[in-house]
């Protein structure tokens, strides 16, 4: 399926600015900075398995159907109910406080979140 595989982050923007706006203390924001980020995805039909591997071993990990309400997890801990869309080929997920899109653009995933006009974005290569 189209977004299958393992990426690993190589580049990011916004992180600190996107960050703050989360409400995330700054000791964990200068301590998440450099952690190194593969992020696995399973897509099989319109059900998604979308892990985040994070050096020092923690994994989060949400399973959701497209058009499904599903329990999410967030960049801060917290989890939620939502519904994840596929939209023009990007997936699509509102946040409480912001919106996360996902896409594959060759051999790249790109995420992109937005929250009061910052945008942070996470550029991943495919390594498999």
């Given amino acids: ?58 994994i989060m990990t949400n399973k959701f159907t497209i058009g499904k309400e599903s329990e999410i997890q967030t960049f801060g801990g917290k989890k939620f109910k939502a519904v994840v869309n596929m939209e023009g080929g ?17 051999d790249k995933l790109v995420e992109v979140s937005s929250i009061g006009g910052v945008t942070y974005e996470r550029v991943s290569k495919r390594l498999a």
Wanted: net charge negative; aromatic share 12%.
């Fill in 90 to 106: 990007k997936v699509v997920a509102n946040f409480p406080n912001y919106q996360h899109t996902s896409e594959i653009k060759g």
């Fill in 1 to 58: 399926m189209a977004f299958t595989g393992k990426f690993e982050m190589e580049s990011e923007k916004n992180y600190d600015e996107f960050m703050k706006l989360l409400g995330l203390p700054s000791d964990v924001v200068e301590k998440s900075r450099n952690i190194k980020i593969v992020t696995e995805i399973k897509q099989d039909g319109q059900d998604f398995t979308w892990s985040h591997h994070y050096s020092g071993g923690q």
